[in-house]
T-cell receptor, first 115, second 111 residues
Framework: DTGVSQNPRHKITKRGQNVTFRCDPISEHNRLYWYRQTLGQGPEFLTYFQNEAQLEKSRLLSDRFSAERPKGSFSTLEIQRTEQGDSAMYLC?????????????FGPGTRLTVT | QKEVEQNSGPLSVPEGAIASLNCTYSDRGSQSFFWYRQYSGKSPELIMFIYSNGDKEDGRFTAQLNKASQYVSLLIRDSQPSDSATYLCAVSSTGRRALTFGSGTRLQVQP
């Protein structure tokens, strides 16, 4: 069973540039989540997909952030006009939609540094 | 008040001892409770989940849930140096799939 994968693992960008991250969930999982984690804090929820539908978005997801999951498989998270405050670890997780199977499994994360 | 609260630690225990990690939550509608382990620079790893009041054991780990007191804990028996990590408590509420995390408790197991 292949776990959640994320690419790239590290990204350094200059302020004002756009960046895009990719997440491939566990193959049989139809729910996919994006979180952001800064140093010393727990992950903060950004958005959630069930299949290709984006069902929930956090108020943290400003209009500079957009996420897609066009075919219900992999997902992308794009940040436009990056700011230094966007520097964080971006985590993707997936879960199965079966009854009582709410457990979310995380990928290795993409560490973003905005200079 | 934070939605999910944990003592940041560090909690230091000797090798072989029982480590007790605690978490309180504010939303009485919370239904699912999770413990994740996170090593420095790595992503969170799910180690335990519990949905019903009482205890749930898995190997050296026991999760305890008391919904009346809005309290969930994780016990690690026979602690090993490899257990040294940050332990994150996470909660999901009725109708929501998002997890709300605490800030984590750093555990140090002294050889």
């Amino acid at each position: 069973d292949t776990g959640v994968s994320q690419n790239p693992r590290h990204k350094i960008t200059k302020r004002g540039q756009n960046v895009t991250f990719r997440c491939d969930p566990i193959s049989e999982h139809n729910r996919l989540y994006w979180y952001r984690q800064t140093l010393g804090q727990g992950p903060e929820f950004l958005t959630y997909f069930q299949n290709e539908a984006q069902l929930e978005k956090s108020r943290l997801l400003s209009d500079r952030f957009s996420a897609e999951r066009p075919k219900g498989s992999f997902s992308t998270l794009e940040i436009q006009r990056t700011e230094q405050g966007d520097s964080a670890m971006y985590l993707c997780a997936s879960s199965h939609s079966g009854t009582q199977l709410y457990e979310q499994y995380f990928g290795p994360g993409t560490r973003l540094t905005v200079t | 008040q934070k939605e999910v609260e944990q003592n940041s630690g560090p909690l230091s225990v000797p090798e072989g001892a029982i480590a007790s990690l605690n978490c309180t939550y504010s939303d009485r509608g919370s239904q699912s409770f999770f413990w994740y382990r996170q090593y420095s620079g790595k992503s969170p790893e799910l180690i335990m989940f519990i949905y019903s009041n009482g205890d749930k054991e898995d190997g050296r780990f026991t999760a305890q849930l008391n919904k009346a007191s809005q309290y969930v804990s994780l016990l690690i028996r026979d602690s090993q140096p490899s257990d040294s990590a940050t332990y994150l408590c996470a909660v999901s509420s009725t109708g929501r799939r998002a997890l709300t995390f605490g800030s984590g408790t750093r555990l140090q197991v002294q050889p």
